[in-house]
């Protein structure tokens, strides 16, 4: 039963995404896809990060956080997430990268120890954001998590994960600000939406100047 209530979790937010992705090729004259509006308090967890230091997601209050869930054992969306959130990271000024955290939850309980996020977070170069936490725990510290936060991970006969996509954007009071989840293209497209990373730039900077 278990099972299927995250399976149907999971299929709605998938067909979520779809309409979020399609609708301005439906609807002439409508904006590009720019993310989903929030409001409302994040929710506040404690995890260990990639260096075992318990983390709580209330330590970063006072600044812009971007949060997502990755699988630690990846080899598509999430590292190309990774790549998105280092070269959102390399586009900010020094005083504004200080006010910016990035954090990842894992979804695989199969990979979920520190030295699992570690080698991942090296493997993805993600250790080249100064703020960049990979947080992991057992099953019972990771599925509250992804409750609170509509995250739905189902494993796959071969050994890989089925998750929930998307990023978000959390402002320095605790308000949730933005949930974004745009498909991945190279040369990305402008009239659907802009890339992640142009994303994260552009609202992040937007919440700190009305910070």
């Known amino acids: 039963m278990k099972n299927w209530r ?5 299929a709605g937010l998938v067909v979520v995404g779809i309409v979020g992705y399609l ?8 904006p590009p896809y720019e993310g989903t509006e929030l409001t409302g308090e994040a929710p506040d967890f404690q995890l260990a990060d990639q260096n075992g230091s318990a ?7 006072g600044k812009v956080v971007v949060l997502t869930f990755m699988d630690s054992k990846c080899k598509d ?3 190309l997430t990774g790549a998105h959130f280092r070269k959102a990271y390399g586009q900010f000024n020094q005083n504004e990268a ?3 955290v990035f954090l990842g939850v894992n979804v695989n309980v199969e990979a979920n120890t520190v030295a699992d996020v570690l080698e991942t977070t090296r493997a993805w170069h993600l250790d080249e954001i100064p703020n960049w936490h990979f947080l992991t725990g057992s099953r019972e ?3 509250p998590v992804w409750k609170d936060y509509g995250a739905a991970a189902m494993p796959n006969p071969d050994g890989s994960i089925t998750h929930t996509p998307g990023t ?3 402002e320095p009071s605790g308000q ?13 497209n402008s009239e659907l939406a802009l890339p992640l990373n142009e994303l994260l730039v552009k609202h992040i900077r937007e919440i700190l100047r009305d910070n």
Do not use: A, H, M, N
């Not at 995250?6 to 999971?10: D, F, H, M």
């Not at 983390?55 to 209050?61: A, C, G, M, T």
């Open 98 to 100: 200080s006010q910016i």
């Open 176 to 188: 949730k600000r933005w949930y974004i989840s745009t498909p991945f293209s190279e040369q990305g």
């Open 23 to 30: 609708s301005p090729v439906f609807s002439e004259g409508t």
């Open 141 to 143: 510290d990771l599925e």
């Open 6 to 10: 995250i399976w149907l979790i999971l």
């Open 77 to 79: 969306t999430c590292p």
């Open 55 to 61: 983390i709580k997601l209330s330590d970063f209050r």
């Open 168 to 170: 978000f954007l959390i």
